[in-house]
């Protein structure tokens, strides 16, 4: 399987964003897809999962009510809508797929083999 991550760009705070993680070479109905970030000088971190299924949403609480993620299968693409975005949601977005992690194990980057490349997502104040 691969992921292809799109649709960052430059925002204003407050503004809204869509970032695309569209899925090769399976469907992904049968991934847990996660969306992570990285600031610069920041560990990477969690940000939302739709898991395998597509049945269970999971998000960071400093993202919670604010970005949605969902899936259109017939693109076998994944979303992640971003509205009321800060300066601090300033960061490299990475989208991540894994057939293994559970709830217990699904925050962590560490679980997930197959990953998208970056895309920037600049929040200005």
């Known amino acids: 399987v691969q992921l292809q991550a799109s649709g960052g760009g430059s925002v204003q705070a407050g503004g809204s964003l869509r970032l695309s993680c569209e899925v090769s070479?399976?469907?992904?109905?049968?991934?847990?897809i996660t969306w992570f970030r990285q600031a610069l000088g920041k560990e990477r971190e969690f940000v939302a999962s739709?898991?395998?299924?597509?049945?269970?949403?999971f998000y960071a609480d400093p993202v919670k009510g604010r970005f949605t993620i969902s899936k259109e299968n017939a693109k076998n693409t994944v979303y992640l809508r971003m509205d009321t975005l800060k300066p601090e949601d300033t960061a490299v977005y990475y989208c991540?797929?894994?057939?293994?992690?559970?709830?217990?194990?699904?925050?962590?980057?560490?679980?997930?083999?197959?990953w998208g490349r970056g895309t920037q997502v600049t929040v200005s104040s």
């Open positions: 991540a797929a894994s057939a293994c992690v559970i709830t217990s194990t699904h925050r962590s980057h560490l679980f997930y083999d197959v």
């Open positions: 070479g399976r469907t992904l109905t049968g991934y847990t």
């Open positions: 739709l898991f395998r299924g597509g049945s269970s949403t």
